[in-house]
């Protein structure tokens, strides 16, 4: 038991620092990261964090589950934990894209509500990327392909449920009028924990 703490825990932390790469020059392109932290760039801090915890959520499911082998159980969480890591840039830059305003620039100015939406959608993507994932294996390709269904079942229903609580909590106004012209962090909070709840619902049932 403590040489598998030791081997996952070294695993973990290496991964935790490829994400902050990943994130860096992925989900955050074209944007100093380090120098707007240091600038008070509250958005890009709530953007890395959602990213940091999403990813741990991924790590989570990548770990569990009981293999034959220490060696099996290490490739197949650290396969598991590339392909998550992949669904998920892949699912927040699809986010980027059906926003109805350019998240990447709103952060990059600062605004704190964006920076907020942002990191909501990527721990809610992670919460299901984590009950997609979690498990004993049943065999690579009985894995890949559950992964990929239950994957794309948990996005489809949370991208419904988005909109429905969106129309919910703000029935007046919409995402966009509060994320791009009045930062309204309160709002996003809001619904962005409405979200996460409900993630946290599907993935229970996946």
């Known amino acids: 038991d403590f040489m598998t703490l030791v081997i996952d825990g070294v695993i973990i932390t290496v991964c935790l620092f490829a994400c902050r790469t990943l994130n860096d020059r992925v989900m955050l392109k074209g944007i100093d990261n380090d120098a707007e932290a240091l600038q008070g760039n509250t958005a890009v801090g709530l953007s890395e964090c959602g990213m940091y915890i999403a990813t741990g959520f991924v790590l989570n499911g990548a770990f ?119 930062r309204n962090v309160a709002a996003l909070a809001l619904t962005e924990a409405g979200v996460i709840a409900v993630a946290i619902v599907i993935g229970s049932v996946m």
């Open 64 to 182: 569990s589950g009981v293999s034959e082998s220490i060696g099996a159980g290490v490739l197949s969480a650290v396969v598991f934990f590339i392909v998550g890591q992949a669904a998920l840039l892949l699912c927040g830059l699809c986010y980027e894209i059906i926003t109805p305003f350019n998240i990447r620039d709103e952060i990059k100015k600062g605004n704190a509500a964006a920076g907020t939406a942002l990191a909501g959608m990527l721990i809610a993507l992670g919460i299901i990327l984590r009950a997609s994932i979690a498990g004993s294996s049943a065999g690579w390709l009985a894995d890949f392909v559950s992964f990929a269904l239950y994957t794309l079942f948990g996005i489809v229903l949370l991208l419904i449920f988005r909109k429905a609580i969106d129309w919910f909590l703000l029935p007046d106004t919409s995402i966009a009028v509060e994320v791009e012209r009045d």
